[in-house]
C-alpha cells in the first residue's frame, strides 16, 4: 500500500527548533520529488521547501532545510528559530518532478496531478 505519513509536529517555542517526517511505505522516497507545505488557521496552502528527485541529498532556504535519509525512506524538514507565523498544519507531498523546478505548486498542488499526500501534522506556537 502506498502510503506517506508526516510526523515530528507539536508544540515549541518561538526561538527553538524543529525536525518534521515525511515517511513513505510502499514506494522509495530516494527516488522521488518531495514537497512540503502547510496551512495556517484561515489561510490556504502555501508551499514551504521541496527537493528534486534529482537531488539526492538536501536544499536550503532561509531557516529550513530539506534532507533525506534513504536508509530511513524519510524526507526531513528542519526548521530552526521558529516563528510564531509558523503555525500550521505541514504536509508533505512525493511525486516525479523530471528536475522541473515549478512541480510543485504555491498553492498545494502537483503539476501532473500524481502525487501522494500525507495527512499532516501540526505544529503550534
Known amino acids: 500500500q502506498v502510503q506517506v505519513v508526516e510526523s515530528g509536529g507539536g508544540l515549541v517555542q518561538p526561538g527553538g527548533s524543529l525536525r518534521l517526517s515525511c515517511a513513505a511505505s510502499?514506494?522509495?522516497?530516494?527516488?522521488?520529488?518531495v514537497g512540503w507545505f502547510r496551512q495556517a488557521p484561515g489561510k490556504g496552502r502555501e508551499g514551504v521547501l521541496s527537493i528534486s528527485e534529482m537531488n539526492p541529498t538536501s536544499s536550503v532556504r532561509g531557516r529550513f532545510t530539506i534532507s533525506r535519509d534513504g536508509s530511513k525512506n524519510k524526507v526531513f524538514l528542519d526548521i530552526s528559530d521558529v516563528e510564531v507565523a509558523d503555525t500550521a498544519v505541514y504536509y508533505c507531498?512525493?511525486?516525479?518532478?523530471?528536475?522541473?523546478?515549478?512541480?510543485?505548486?504555491?498553492?498545494?498542488?502537483?503539476?501532473?496531478?500524481?502525487?501522494?499526500w500525507g495527512q499532516g501534522t501540526q505544529v503550534q506556537l
Open positions: 507531498a512525493a511525486g516525479h518532478d523530471g528536475g522541473s523546478p515549478r512541480y510543485f505548486r504555491s498553492g498545494g498542488a502537483c503539476d501532473d496531478g500524481i502525487c501522494h
Open positions: 510502499g514506494f522509495n522516497l530516494s527516488y522521488y520529488a
